[in-house]
Nanobody, 123 residues
């Protein structure tokens, strides 16, 4: 069992930056691929980014590529999402997720989810 707690969300102006953190419980954090997803108002939850257990391989949605950076610190059981050049369309609740095995974008393939943190980007 893995428990995930996100933090770092907030209100920021367009063009600004935020760094989200996701702290995981347990001693098996390094066994899981980690990912970030988001759900904008009146939209489905969608994939944002993910990285492998070692952090050596990453994946990004086209909409955030070049602006967001995912990373992890296995010693701290934490995964991060650095978000730069934020746009109003990035406004959403951001969720952290964990899964065993390879990186997959499908929501159903992820085993554990956090409660989410709100990110609001004003124009």
């Amino acid at each position: 069992q893995v428990q995930l707690v996100e933090s770092g969300g907030g209100l920021v102006q367009a063009g600004g930056s935020l760094r989200l953190s996701c702290a995981a419980s347990g001693r098996t954090f390094g066994s899981y691929a980690m990912g970030w997803f988001r759900r904008a108002p009146e939209k489905e939850r969608e994939f944002v980014s993910a990285l492998t257990r070692s952090g050596g391989n990453t994946d990004y949605a086209d909409s955030v590529k070049g602006r967001f950076t995912i990373s992890r610190d296995n010693a701290k059981n934490t995964v991060y999402l650095q978000m730069n050049s934020l746009k109003p369309e990035d406004t959403a609740v951001y969720y952290c997720a964990a899964k065993r095995g390879s990186l997959l974008r499908g929501l159903g393939s992820w085993d554990y989810w956090g409660q989410g943190t709100q990110v609001t980007v004003s124009s």
